[in-house]
């Protein structure tokens, strides 16, 4: 009985050991650090400082909520790589690459999985995708319309897309005197239209923007170059 104890007594020393050297002692050296921010020529540039905290709203939050209870974040990214790494700018997915300051406001960052889907890091910025002006498939707006849409029969929109369908996020109602304006469907006195999880999560995918330009992460298609 003794060695059993002797051994557990070794084991659990050593990761009280780890644990004290690998967490402990690093967080009480640099655990209570503050960002800190150089200017150029004492002038406060906008980029140093993220320009957008999309978090601090409550539909944010409650949309990102039902991105991740739909598993959306297994088949789209939200993540650009720089040009030497792969042709996610080509693909329109952004004009510059992804960087740690985008998720500065994220308790979780949704970094994704894989890509079975397009990215969707700039999902709500116009000059997502780029397609060109005389491709038939580009729509007119990719607003919260054409995403209830894409959820409730995503092959209507993208007609080889293998994003499965999302009926569950609407419901069917009468029509009244007259239909939503967010009806997907209507048939006779009833119609399909979005619920709150649907409205929520469409306006979380259209408030996904990193565009604007850091300083570690420059601008490589400049917005007007993006939209040609």
């Not at 993220?50 to 409550?58: C, M, S, W």
């Not at 039902?66 to 040009?83: K, L, S, W």
Request: aromatic share 10%.
């Amino acid at each position: 009985m003794e060695k059993p104890s002797t051994l557990f007594t070794g084991i659990f020393g050593a990761f009280i050991l780890s644990c004290g050297a690998m967490v402990l002692l690093p967080n009480s050296q640099i655990g209570g650090l503050q960002p800190q921010v150089t200017w150029d020529e004492g002038q406060n540039s906008p980029s140093d400082v993220y320009p957008v905290k999309r978090e601090d709203a409550l539909g944010h939050r409650v949309g990102q909520g039902v991105f991740v209870e739909n598993g959306c974040f297994y088949c789209h990214t939200q993540q650009v790589r720089d040009p030497q790494y792969g042709p996610d700018m080509e693909r329109g997915w952004g004009v510059r690459r992804t960087v740690a300051r985008d998720y500065i406001h994220e308790d979780v960052p949704l970094l994704g999985v894989s890509r079975l889907g397009p990215d969707l890091a700039n999902f709500g910025s116009a000059t997502w995708r780029n397609e060109p002006d005389d491709d038939t498939k580009k729509p007119a707006k990719r607003d919260a319309a054409w995403v209830f849409k894409h959820l409730y029969a995503p092959t209507t929109i993208v007609l080889d897309s293998n994003c499965p369908p999302y009926p569950y996020l609407f419901e069917r109602k009468e029509v009244g005197e007259h239909p939503s304006p967010d009806a997907v469907e209507v048939n006779g006195n009833f119609q399909i239209v979005p619920t709150a999880d649907a409205r929520n999560l469409a306006a979380y995918l259209l408030s996904l923007d990193r565009t604007h330009e850091l300083k570690e992460a420059p601008t490589v298609i400049k917005p007007k170059e993006a939209k040609k």
